[in-house]
């Protein structure tokens, strides 16, 4: 009798627990129903009922806007969030197609007709190196680009220059603290997606603050 209880609390505990947290790789209908809301939030997760790597992003940036413990995980404070989430604004309205920054949340928003259209976690600049204020896209460069000592040498993943060798751009590491030697790290699976994006949009202006 006593193993029957034991074990019919463990699984009480066990759902509970799920049912309260979701993990990376994890699947099902409610993973899906999470994605679904930071979709329509301007987030931009997988679609597919699976804890992917884009949802992972997606969460990690939802956390970033609404103050919450950065850890990429589902849990019941991040839950209780989507009930009620923030909302960013826009802080330069006179583009109607402009990019902006956020040093400080380390997120960048995709801004259209004066509101936040998309919001992708970034990492910015080591040491404050990032420089900050208005700047006009200059160059796209489809595809791995190596830098050689501009002011640093490596390669950058769907470069869009905005200063001089400073670049928003695709990067295998995307920690949730400033790391990069100046540039705007985004992951790389939102690569693709931000540079054809931009591209297409004729988005010229990158607001950095």
Same mark, same amino acid.
């Given at each position: 009798m006593k193993k029957l209880f034991k074990l019919l609390l463990v699984l009480l505990i066990t759902n509970y627990t799920s049912a309260e947290m979701?993990?990376?790789?994890?699947? &099902?209908?409610?993973?899906?129903?999470?994605?679904?809301?930071?979709?329509?939030?301007?987030y931009l997760p997988d679609l597919n &009922?699976?804890? &992917?790597?884009?949802?992972?992003?997606?969460?990690?940036?939802?956390q970033k806007v609404n103050k919450l413990k950065i850890d990429g995980i589902i849990g019941k404070e991040t839950l209780n969030s989507l009930k009620n989430p923030a909302i960013p604004q826009a802080k330069f309205k006179k583009n109607e197609k402009h990019i902006e920054v956020d040093i400080k949340l380390q997120v960048l928003y995709i801004v259209e007709n004066g509101l936040v259209k998309y919001i992708i976690p970034i990492s910015s600049g080591k040491n404050n190196s990032t420089v900050k204020g208005q700047f006009k896209i200059y160059r796209f460069k489809k595809g791995w680009h190596?830098?050689? &000592?501009?002011?640093?040498?490596?390669?950058m993943h769907n470069p869009i220059y905005f200063y001089r060798a400073y670049a928003i751009h695709g990067y295998k590491s995307v920690p949730n603290f400033p790391a990069s030697h100046g540039c705007i790290r985004i992951p790389l699976c939102y690569s693709d997606f931000v540079f054809e994006y931009v591209k297409k949009n004729r988005i010229q202006y990158v607001y950095i603050y």
């Open positions: 979701y993990k990376f790789k994890e699947k &099902g209908k409610e993973i899906k129903e999470i994605q679904v809301k930071l979709a329509n939030l301007g &009922g699976e804890y &992917g790597i884009k949802t992972k992003f997606a969460v990690i940036a939802f190596k830098v050689i &000592g501009k002011p640093w040498s490596g390669y």
